[in-house]
């Protein structure tokens, strides 16, 4: 079966669509690499026993109302690219039941198909969980698997991560 690109109205509609998913988002808990879900919790979760939390978390709320910003110095940086955002639609696979909601949907210097997820990150998260010892930066695991899967659902020849760390500044 082909995936389904399906625009979103609304939150309400949006979350309805992903309740019966695996969504890219929770996927890294099938691996054992989600630091706020566990695989049992995403079976209870999509079998119904629990429900999730339908308020938004205040890093959830950050994340975003910063998108719009990330979509903004990625047009700054990549001045060759073409930026969509939002993005707008979920994209779902319904026979295997995984679905994705791209933050950011681009389009390189030679025109190829990528999807980007953005996360804003507090500085010391960033030094924490994303700066190795050697100073390069290497995004946790469940979130590679996010954009990794992202690009899959929307047929994207590359993915990327762009983590934006807030502090006194915006740094990307």
């Given amino acids: 079966m082909p995936i389904e690109k399906i625009s979103i109205t609304d939150r309400e509609q949006w979350l309805a669509l992903r309740s019966n998913d695996v969504t890219a ?5 099938l691996l054992g690499v989600h630091p706020y879900m566990t695989a049992y919790g995403l079976y209870l979760l999509k079998k119904g026993l629990i429900n999730e ?5 205040a890093p959830m709320r950050r994340g ?3 998108e719009p910003v990330a979509a903004q110095i990625l047009r700054e940086e990549y001045p060759d690219w073409e930026i969509r955002h939002p993005a707008g639609f979920y994209y779902r696979d319904s026979e295997t039941r995984i679905g994705a909601t791209p933050d950011i949907l681009a389009f390189n210097e030679r025109g190829e198909p990528g999807v980007v997820q953005a996360k804003s990150v507090e500085p010391s998260i960033f030094r924490r969980d994303w700066k190795q010892d050697d100073g390069t930066v290497e995004p946790p695991l469940w979130i590679v698997v996010q954009a990794i899967i992202e690009a899959h659902q929307t047929g994207a020849l590359w993915a990327a991560v ?3 760390v807030i ?6």
């Fill in 64 to 66: 975003r109302l910063l």
């Fill in 167 to 172: 502090g006194f500044g915006v740094e990307m």
């Fill in 25 to 29: 988002s929770v996927a890294g808990a």
């Fill in 53 to 57: 939390d339908p308020e938004e978390t």
């Fill in 162 to 164: 762009a983590p934006m």
